[in-house]
């Protein structure tokens, strides 16, 4: 069975610095239409960023998704949602090993116990701060048992 991706691009920032930029909204495991129905309720549910006081939202269905074009006072924006068929991802889980196969059973690695916590500073040595009260050295540096 197919792995269907909903991807939505849409424009981000302001002015000059106006992009798009592309999301994995989910993936879906199962035919094309079911992905496109689920593609549709997303797109109809979405709320952009931009504009913030809009005026008019129109939906158009195309061959592989939708387009969400929303009229704001001084500007339109437009976000588009598509459906697209999974072929590679490079950071996919490892498939579930199958019952037929048993996994032979890796040796655990030893743990060093965690170092002891150092102790905390003595009520009896002032701390130095600065004028604000912020103290000069914090008080985790040189902690071991920090990472």
Same mark, same amino acid.
């Given at each position: %069975?197919?792995?269907? !991706? $909903?991807? %939505?691009?849409?424009?981000? !920032?302001?002015?000059? +610095?106006?992009?798009?930029?592309?999301?994995?909204?989910?993936? $879906?495991?199962?035919?094309?239409?079911?992905?496109?129905?689920?593609?549709? +309720?997303?797109? +109809?549910?979405?709320?952009?960023?931009?504009?913030?006081?809009?005026? +008019?939202r129109r939906l158009f269905r195309e061959g592989?998704?939708f387009l969400l074009v929303i009229d704001g006072?001084?500007?339109?924006?437009?976000? =588009?949602?598509?459906v697209a068929e999974l072929l590679d991802d490079?950071?996919?889980?490892?498939?579930?090993?199958?019952?037929?196969?048993?996994?032979?059973?890796?040796?655990?690695?030893?743990?060093?116990?965690?170092?002891?916590?150092?102790?905390?500073?003595?009520?009896?040595?002032?701390?130095? =701060?600065?004028?604000?009260?912020?103290?000069? =050295?914090?008080?985790?540096?040189? =902690?071991?048992?920090?990472?």
């Amino acid at each position: %069975m197919a792995t269907w !991706g $909903l991807v %939505m691009e849409t424009i981000v !920032g302001a002015g000059e +610095r106006k992009h798009t930029e592309a999301y994995v909204l989910a993936h $879906l495991e199962g035919t094309r239409e079911d992905a496109l129905v689920e593609l549709e +309720r997303r797109a +109809r549910n979405h709320t952009p960023e931009h504009p913030w006081s809009p005026k +008019r939202r129109r939906l158009f269905r195309e061959g592989g998704g939708f387009l969400l074009v929303i009229d704001g006072s001084w500007q339109s924006f437009s976000t =588009r949602f598509t459906v697209a068929e999974l072929l590679d991802d490079s950071a996919a889980p490892p498939p579930p090993p199958s019952a037929a196969e048993p996994e032979p059973a890796a040796p655990e690695p030893e743990v060093a116990p965690p170092p002891p916590p150092s102790p905390p500073p003595s009520p009896s040595s002032p701390v130095e =701060r600065y004028a604000d009260g912020v103290p000069v =050295r914090p008080s985790w540096l040189g =902690r071991t048992d920090v990472q």
